[in-house]
């Protein structure tokens, strides 16, 4: 089968720098994503891991470890429009087309 | 671009209803996916499609529910005699084609009560 595992919320002020982690454990594993989803709207993509080693767009950064099977999603300069639901998601190798798995999501609050 | 639309948006039906809910990807996207995802959860993988082959569906997908892409482009999801336990959040996301593409784009959903 197929885990993921988050921690269920993180609550940070303004400014300050998150660390969302996710563990994983999947019988293939092709790389990992990470998408915010804010109160009643769609999922919409952050980032992709697919080898070892830190991703960086702009305030957010994933990293990911395979041979630890675990990755986090770091959130710097936090802002109060951040404060939403993040999850982490394995695209499985064996699967076809990119199939997601999610994990259960972490809901992100930030505080003034 | 107008992004990944569905329709509808809402949709409350009593225990035992048929209900058809549509998703239309974004255009030359020839991939599209169907997820279910209920309060405090990631979103479920229901079924995938490439062009108009359905080439995946999951386990949990019971035999109530049928999914279809017949030209390639929009999709229906249909759910015959309804369960409250059906209740939840219906959403698709659709992306090209090429592994090199990460990045699924998901519709607003449909969100389904069911009474």
């Known amino acids: 089968g197929q885990s993921l595992e988050q921690p269920s919320e993180v609550t940070a002020v303004e400014g300050a720098i998150v660390q969302i982690n996710c563990t994983y454990q999947?019988?293939?594993?092709?790389?990992l994503s990470w998408y915010q989803q804010h109160d009643g709207g769609a999922p919409t993509f952050l980032s992709y891991?697919?080898?070892?080693g830190l991703e960086e767009t702009g305030r957010f950064s994933s990293f990911l470890s395979r041979s630890d099977s675990y990755g986090y999603l770091l959130l710097q300069e936090l802002q109060m429009k951040d404060s939403a639901s993040y999850f982490c998601?394995?695209?499985?190798?064996?699967?076809?087309?990119?199939?997601?798995?999610f994990g259960a999501g972490t809901i992100l609050r930030v505080k003034s | 671009d107008t992004g990944v639309s569905q329709d509808p948006r809402h949709k409350i039906t009593k225990r035992g209803q048929n209900v058809t809910f549509r998703c239309d990807p974004i255009?030359?996207?020839?991939?599209l996916y169907w997820y279910r995802q209920t309060l405090g959860q990631g979103p479920e993988f229901l079924t995938y499609?490439?062009?108009?082959?359905?080439?995946?569906k999951s386990r949990l997908l019971s035999d109530r529910f049928s999914a279809e892409r017949p030209k390639g482009s929009f999709s229906t999801l249909e759910i015959q005699r309804t369960e409250q336990g059906d209740s939840a959040m219906y959403l698709c996301?659709?992306?090209?084609?090429?592994?090199?593409?990460?990045?699924?784009?998901f519709g607003p959903g449909t969100r389904l009560t069911v009474l």
């Open positions: 996301a659709s992306r090209p084609s090429g592994s090199s593409y990460n990045e699924q784009f």
């Open positions: 255009s030359e996207h020839n991939r």
């Open positions: 998601a394995v695209r499985d190798k064996r699967e076809y087309g990119n199939k997601l798995v």
């Open positions: 891991n697919g080898l070892d």
């Open positions: 499609f490439q062009n108009e082959a359905q080439l995946e």
């Open positions: 999947t019988s293939g594993f092709y790389g």
